[in-house]
């Protein structure tokens, strides 16, 4: 088991898309009132009085959409200028991206992660939900303004959904040939959106991986990050493509993170609700943060016995949140 040292912390359970893979339509979503949200303050105080200590130095902005968050420029730069954090990212749809890229860069991000689910117009407004025409052209617009101010690596993620987006493979795959960009392949899940995986199903990054061999060929690479991918190139390519294969492949060893969610609430796993721990309510109730470092370290010796594919034998349970009020 790898030291973990790593904590996603999602700031806000909104987002002004509704992905089918994040959440479905027809999913009641009861989003979390703002005085139910961790504060600035509060994070800021669990960074560096809870996780800190613990040997946590490396931190992930997420949401729903974290640049939603009005403070979110002015958390950045907090977080990225406390000594001890070594490396601070953040996942975003890029909707809000363009005219914010500049600003994030100066507080201080120098990762980021995209959502480009595709490059067609029209699948991009089918996966993302009906919100009118031209999101894929602003999201377009906000990786190419995160691109110009330097963001390195700048990493697009792909969820692959059969039937849907899976016959654009090969042009995604394609970016990273003159562009330094890393497109990331993500297997489709089913938490949240069992309807549609039951009728879509998934395909393995080892079925990916063969359709870019055969057309151009790929050897091993890496990349910049803390995430689980196996990294491969085009050959002579400037970018890199990366496969996360949480359901074909576990690798559950290699997790060095946990999730803290918007509401305070710190979960091991991705897929483990059982477990979590409620920081927001202990912070509020004057509890000391000494007492909640004891409370996440217990977490995580719990999170040494979690193993993914418990999911397949219905070890883990029904997943009461979809992946945006996780913090996926």
């Not at 697009?156 to 795959?173: K, S, Y």
């Not at 899940?189 to 063969?210: C, K, T, V, Y």
């Not at 007492?291 to 995580?300: A, F, S, T």
């Not at 993914?308 to 945006?324: A, E, L, N, V, W």
Request: charge should be neutral.
């Amino acid at each position: 088991m790898n030291q973990v040292d790593y904590l996603r912390i999602s700031l806000i359970d909104r987002c002004n898309f509704r992905c089918q893979y994040c959440m479905p339509e027809g999913a009641e979503l009861n989003y979390i009132l703002k005085q139910q949200l961790l504060t600035d303050e509060e994070i800021l105080t669990l960074i560096q009085e809870v996780f800190i200590p613990l040997g946590f130095t490396r931190f992930r902005l997420t949401g729903g959409e974290p640049l939603l968050r009005p403070s979110v420029v002015d958390l950045v730069s907090k977080i990225a200028n406390l000594p001890q954090t070594q490396d601070l990212a953040m996942t975003t749809n890029g909707f809000l991206l363009a005219p914010m890229a500049q600003n994030l860069y100066d507080a201080g991000l120098r990762r980021i992660n995209i959502s480009l689910d595709s490059l067609e117009a029209d699948t991009f407004e089918q996966i993302i939900g009906n919100h009118g025409r031209g999101r894929w052209q602003q999201v377009w617009e906000g990786i190419q303004a995160a691109y110009q101010v330097g963001f390195d690596p700048l990493k697009l993620n792909v969820v692959v959904i059969p039937g849907i987006n899976d016959h654009e493979i090969l042009n995604l795959a394609a970016l990273t040939i003159d562009k330094q960009w890393h497109i990331r392949f993500i297997e489709f899940m089913p938490i949240g959106n069992e309807h549609l995986f039951s009728a879509r199903g998934w395909i393995s990054s080892a079925d990916l991986r063969q359709r870019i061999y055969e057309r151009w060929g790929l050897t091993e690479s890496q990349v910049y990050g803390n995430g689980p991918a196996d990294v491969f190139q085009i050959p002579g390519a400037k970018g890199t493509l990366g496969f996360i294969s949480q359901m074909s492949e576990c690798f559950c060893d290699r997790c060095n993170r946990v999730r803290l969610s918007a509401d305070g609430w710190l979960r091991p796993c991705l897929l483990n609700e059982t477990s979590q721990i409620d920081l927001k309510t202990s912070l509020r109730a004057g509890i000391s943060t000494a007492q909640l470092r004891e409370q996440v370290k217990q977490l995580l010796n719990i999170k040494a016995e979690i193993n993914f594919k418990q999911r397949d034998s219905g070890t883990s349970g029904t997943y009461t949140r979809t992946m945006s009020q996780i913090g996926g």
